[in-house]
């Protein structure tokens, strides 16, 4: 059967691959896709490869917040952090070394998951694969949201203005809850939602697709450029189509009690306090395109190596 535009490239390579030297495998004979089950390792890849990437690419993720939060250029975003000092740089680090792990491994295992189930489902109804699979990485991305209070720690810590309020990533989790009740940990839900769905959509539609409009690979170092190129690309693009709502996302999460204003509200406050400017409410749009390509690349390699050699 041929394979649909929604298959990743991982779904397309065979599975029992494992790095071997001397005759014997590296990995023990598939100990990690024992332990985990062959739909476990898709959590598992999804986890490891965003935890590289968290690590690697951090630094940068804070510059852009600070160009999100108060519309300043990158070298003034760069002066903040400075003024804060070496010690504050990683501040902030653990809430999204959490939720990228889970929610980049909620992203993949689900999708294959769901794809599975609902492509079982679908077998004799003549739904189209590509709707199947579309609906399958909505669910996905909708599910990611469940971990919104990561985001909205990660906002709080590294918001310079709340510096002297929250100590660390427990503190600032005990205080919301304490004070304000668990709905102020899901402040920001809705543009969380709304981008999360619609990208993943894209993401694994895309994906295929744009690997085999790259030169062929003739061997593994080939195949990795192609991943680390393809993830990027889709990951700069849908980080600039979906830009606007990451805006209003750490515009809402950097506000501590009071009322939940809508979406569209938010967004029309940012509007006018950046005088109507698009070129103004895209600010850091610049820095956040090459963060994705190179943190997407991560992913997308880290990930279909680690499904290799599993």
Known sequence: MAVSTMDSESARTPQTQALTKGG??????????????????????????????????????????????????AIDAVRQLQRDGLRNLYRGLLPPLLQKSTTVAIMFGLYEDFSRVLLDQAGSSGV?????????????????AILTPFERVQTLLQDH????????????????VTEYGVRECYRGLVPILLRNGPSNVLFFGLRGPIKEQLPEATSKAGNLVNDFVCGGLLGAGLGIMFYPL???????????????????????????????????????????????????GIINATYELLLKLL
């Open 128 to 144: 189209p694969e590509l709707i199947t699979r579309s609906f399958a990485a909505a669910l996905a991305g909708t599910a990611e």
């Open 24 to 73: 014997h495998s590296l990995l023990s004979a598939g100990i990690l896709t024992t332990r985990f089950g062959p739909q476990g390792k898709h959590y598992v890849c999804g986890s490891l490869a965003a935890f590289t990437n968290i690590l690697l690419t951090f630094p940068i993720q804070k510059v852009l917040f600070r160009q999100q939060l108060h519309g300043v250029l």
């Open 246 to 296: 990451n805006v209003v996302k750490s515009r809402a999460q950097s506000q501590v009690g009071g009322a939940f204003n809508p979406c569209r509200e938010v967004l029309l406050t940012v509007w006018r306090e950046r005088g109507g400017s698009i070129a103004m409410l895209f600010r850091g749009a610049h820095l956040n395109y090459h963060r994705s390509l190179l943190s997407w």
């Open 161 to 176: 203005r709340h510096h002297g309020r929250f100590n660390n990533t427990a503190h600032t989790f005990r205080t919301l």
